[in-house]
């Protein structure tokens, strides 16, 4: 485990007693803390990452999505030839560092949508991924032996495997991630110009609407441009509904449009999530399973077990 | 009280057992539910309005912005001279309503900061308005003997009471309550547009930015169309700022200034909230209390009490 803040020091923890885990970070706080807490950690990522290349481990990169690039090399030393993952919440950026900076390792990106406000190792829990969506990385070519391997540490952690490509993966969470955050900013940013009235008269359609607007600025900052690319059609998307609230709010003095187009997401959304599922099982082994997999991540499907000695995935979709 | 709704049904419920009430409403559902409840109430609108300029009683419009007009015709009518107030989402379009249908009406006009997803008598409660802010509107040339009788209505009910100008409480309320309606559905529009991938992977700032988009159409129609013009001001300096973070996305990549803005905005109003506050009190027969209450809901006061038969109002200001 190559970083030990809240992810990756939850995932430690919960990998722990399963498989040997051993961990490396910068931080001198967090890395005293693991060890203080019985964890076999250190601040020589190099140690670490020899470490795992003598033993074929695979290695977890839980760093900042800014120290990536640096991390990687270290890797391309250490470890040029070792499976490799990540955790971090976009997936097509880390893709092409990975094959620019370690091309050697056999990559398989991981993003788990688990989190909260604390962050560093002090704020980690074994449970933090429990019941949580882990979305594990498919690409042509993707190498399904390494794929499975990935997606056991994923539901060891206790949380369920989305398979994703990562241009789809970095679209849905700039929609209902990235573009979130923005708009509770730009809502509180807006809330906050009417001064001592307008928060004296804020209720529950503001707290809701601007709860994560108390997120740390750098992580924030961080996750947003880091998914640029995909980020700015959905925030045109986003500013071009909003114009044509305004316009038709200006001209006709309607906003049904709106509305109802946003009362119906919300149910679509709901639907999605409480329809009847069936179960799932693919081949890893079969010629069409990158694809398989690929196909049951965009219905909306899960893998929730891997069988045959990873050979065999199943799970569920609607 | 004409309307029997969440609002009006709370409210007959709160204010029964301190002063006689009575109730009419156009919907026998819940005329016959507030009866079955043991309520004097019924559906002739005309009946319980010439009872009240009979008694000189205080009228409460509990009706909503759409049936406004109409019922103003008849307390134009049938209660002409009376103590008049509503508790309506906006100040501005009333108050000239009131204006042109009911000029000879004594209006105060009134906003409970209070509600929940259902609507009817049913899902009333006496205790719906505990603790919530009740902005009691203040005009010039506003008889502060009629705003007493209002304000003390809003603190019989639990609430304290908030006095501001219609055109303040416009802007304030499209502030935090009208655009987080707007965002949110704008938000849930376009995470929709993510399919059933965007679903899996929805989490927690998905599931706050788009709560109020569960609520009734209707009901968000009624409010956000019924502000418009304190709306469009407030929309625009949304779409300036989400522009904004656009155009600095796409140029230089970064998103700073529009998060630390939303963070920074987010603290202001946790501090007002927390601040600590001084008491106040104001003599509601000088001849600038108009003005005195006014500045007091600007810089985020309220009115807690009125003692001395009503001449003198008391709360605290940070």
Known sequence: MIGLGLIGGSLLRAAAGKRTVWGATLSEADAGAARADGFDCGTD???????AAERDALIVLAVP???LDETLHHVAEQAPECLLTDVTSVKGPVLRAVRRWAPDTRFVGGHPMAGKAESGWSAGTAGLFDGAAWVVGVEPGTDLG???EVAALALEAGAHVVPAGAAAHDEAVARVSHLPHLLAAVLSAVAAEGGPLAAALAAGSYADGTRVAGSRPALVRAMTEGNREALLPVLDDALGRLGAARGSLASTGGLAVTINAGHEG????AQAREAQRTG?????????A???LAALGERGGRITALTDELRTATGEVS
């Open 146 to 148: 390494d794929w499975a």
């Open 45 to 51: 990522l190099d140690a670490a990452l020899r470490r």
């Open 280 to 288: 799932v099982r693919i081949d890893l082994t079969a010629p069409d």
């Open 266 to 269: 919300k149910q679509t959304f």
């Open 290 to 292: 990158v694809e398989a």
């Open 65 to 67: 999505l800014t120290a």
